[in-house]
């Protein structure tokens, strides 16, 4: 399996930006799919952005979309997702993911390893 090490969560001001990133070793980071979610306190589990192996496919949440950007660079075995215009709301633990099918990553059936998370807290 892939091992994941999410890294660059932190404290921001409301309208702010962070970028996450999500470094992959142990095996071929190309070989997944890869996503993002999170998870704030007595809530769910929630996805945010998927990426294909190439990096030529991406969806978003609708919560999210126009906001982040997922992306990902298979030659430093790196996976990002960039926040902009944060709000109190996304106050939460981000976790990246890798699986094995883009389509179904929404769903998490198909998440083979997760990373530990990073805390993203916006403050208003």
């Known amino acids: 399996q892939v091992q994941l090490v999410e890294s660059g969560g932190g404290l921001v001001q409301a309208g702010g930006s962070l970028r996450l990133s999500c470094a992959a070793s142990?095996?071929?980071?190309?070989?997944?799919?890869m996503g993002w979610f999170r998870q704030a306190p007595g809530k769910e589990r929630e996805f945010l952005a998927a990426i294909n192996w190439s990096g030529r496919s991406t969806n978003y949440a609708d919560s999210v979309k126009g906001r982040f950007t997922i992306s990902r660079d298979n030659a430093k075995n790196t996976g990002y997702l960039q926040m902009n215009s944060l709000k109190p709301e996304d106050t939460a633990v981000y976790y990246c993911?890798?699986?094995?099918?883009?389509?179904?990553?929404?769903?998490?059936?198909?998440?083979?390893?997760w990373g530990q998370g990073t805390q993203v807290t916006v403050s208003s």
């Open positions: 993911a890798a699986a094995s099918n883009y389509l179904k990553i929404a769903t998490m059936t198909t998440v083979q390893s």
């Open positions: 142990g095996r071929t980071f190309s070989n997944y799919d």
